[in-house]
Protein backbone atom coordinates (compact mmCIF):
# COMPACT_ATOMS: atom_id res chain seq x y z
CA UNK A 1 0.00 0.00 0.00
CA UNK A 2 3.06 2.71 0.55
CA UNK A 3 4.74 1.50 -2.62
CA UNK A 4 1.28 2.14 -4.45
CA UNK A 5 1.12 5.87 -2.26
CA UNK A 6 4.61 6.80 -2.92
CA UNK A 7 4.30 6.14 -6.78
CA UNK A 8 0.80 8.09 -7.17
CA UNK A 9 3.15 10.83 -5.15
CA UNK A 10 5.99 10.55 -7.37
CA UNK A 11 3.61 10.55 -10.31
CA UNK A 12 1.60 13.80 -9.25
CA UNK A 13 5.22 15.56 -8.91
CA UNK A 14 6.62 14.76 -11.87
CA UNK A 15 3.17 15.91 -13.65
CA UNK A 16 3.81 19.47 -15.54
CA UNK A 17 1.66 22.04 -13.99
CA UNK A 18 -0.33 24.05 -16.65
CA UNK A 19 1.75 27.53 -17.09
CA UNK A 20 -1.09 30.41 -17.59
CA UNK A 21 0.14 33.05 -20.53
CA UNK A 22 2.35 35.49 -19.20
CA UNK A 23 0.14 38.92 -17.85
CA UNK A 24 2.31 41.52 -20.17
CA UNK A 25 0.64 39.85 -23.26
CA UNK A 26 -2.25 41.03 -25.60
CA UNK A 27 -4.31 38.78 -28.19
CA UNK A 28 -4.67 41.57 -31.17
CA UNK A 29 -8.37 41.18 -33.04
CA UNK A 30 -5.95 39.14 -35.58
CA UNK A 31 -5.81 36.32 -33.15
CA UNK A 32 -1.92 37.36 -32.92
CA UNK A 33 -0.22 38.69 -29.75
CA UNK A 34 1.77 41.46 -28.78
CA UNK A 35 3.99 42.06 -25.47
CA UNK A 36 2.42 44.38 -23.40
CA UNK A 37 -1.21 45.03 -22.10
CA UNK A 38 -2.21 46.36 -25.40
CA UNK A 39 -2.68 45.99 -28.82
CA UNK A 40 -3.44 48.78 -31.43
CA UNK A 41 -3.09 48.76 -35.46
CA UNK A 42 -0.58 50.49 -37.01
CA UNK A 43 -1.20 52.73 -40.53
CA UNK A 44 -0.89 49.53 -42.28
CA UNK A 45 -3.27 47.37 -40.91
CA UNK A 46 -0.15 44.85 -38.87
CA UNK A 47 -1.23 44.83 -35.19
CA UNK A 48 1.98 46.11 -32.86
CA UNK A 49 2.09 46.96 -29.32
CA UNK A 50 -0.10 49.58 -27.72
CA UNK A 51 2.90 50.58 -25.53
CA UNK A 52 4.48 52.83 -27.92
CA UNK A 53 4.28 54.89 -30.95
CA UNK A 54 3.58 53.27 -34.08
CA UNK A 55 7.12 54.11 -36.01
CA UNK A 56 7.95 53.06 -39.38
CA UNK A 57 11.20 50.53 -39.04
CA UNK A 58 13.74 50.94 -42.29
CA UNK A 59 12.48 47.57 -44.10
CA UNK A 60 8.53 49.24 -43.86
CA UNK A 61 7.10 47.60 -40.95
CA UNK A 62 5.93 49.04 -37.99
CA UNK A 63 7.00 48.57 -34.45
CA UNK A 64 5.64 49.89 -31.23
CA UNK A 65 8.66 52.23 -30.42
CA UNK A 66 12.43 52.78 -31.65
CA UNK A 67 13.44 49.98 -33.94
CA UNK A 68 15.93 47.70 -32.82
CA UNK A 69 18.34 45.43 -35.94
CA UNK A 70 18.29 41.79 -35.03
CA UNK A 71 21.28 39.44 -36.13
CA UNK A 72 18.48 37.80 -38.54
CA UNK A 73 17.47 41.32 -40.12
CA UNK A 74 14.45 41.91 -38.07
CA UNK A 75 13.49 45.29 -36.02
CA UNK A 76 11.67 44.88 -33.13
CA UNK A 77 10.95 47.24 -30.05
CA UNK A 78 10.34 47.33 -26.35
CA UNK A 79 12.38 47.40 -23.07
CA UNK A 80 15.34 45.28 -22.44
CA UNK A 81 17.83 43.51 -23.87
CA UNK A 82 18.08 41.59 -26.45
CA UNK A 83 17.07 38.08 -26.06
CA UNK A 84 17.13 35.16 -28.48
CA UNK A 85 14.01 32.67 -27.19
CA UNK A 86 14.00 28.64 -28.22
CA UNK A 87 12.37 29.02 -31.87
CA UNK A 88 15.33 31.46 -32.68
CA UNK A 89 13.14 34.49 -33.12
CA UNK A 90 14.81 37.70 -30.88
CA UNK A 91 12.35 39.85 -28.44
CA UNK A 92 13.29 42.58 -25.91
CA UNK A 93 13.56 41.57 -22.64
CA UNK A 94 12.43 38.34 -21.67
CA UNK A 95 11.12 35.85 -23.80
CA UNK A 96 7.20 34.90 -23.35
CA UNK A 97 5.34 31.78 -25.29
CA UNK A 98 2.13 33.06 -26.57
CA UNK A 99 -1.06 31.04 -26.73
CA UNK A 100 -0.53 30.72 -30.72
CA UNK A 101 2.80 29.41 -30.09
CA UNK A 102 4.79 32.36 -31.10
CA UNK A 103 7.21 34.60 -28.80
CA UNK A 104 6.66 37.83 -27.47
CA UNK A 105 8.94 40.25 -25.60
CA UNK A 106 8.32 42.86 -23.22
Same mark, same amino acid.
Given at each position: ?????????????????????????????????????????? #?? !?? *? /? &??? $? +??????? %?? @??? =?????? #?? !?? *? /? &??? $? +??????? %?? @??? =?????? #?? !?? *????
Amino acid at each position: MARLAFSALLLLAMTPAAVPPAAAMAMCPDGSYVGGGSCKQA #PD !GS *Y /I &SGN $G +RAQMAPN %GK @YIG =GKPVLT #PK !GD *Y /I &SGN $G +RMTRCAD %GT @YVM =GTCKRA #PN !GK *YVGD
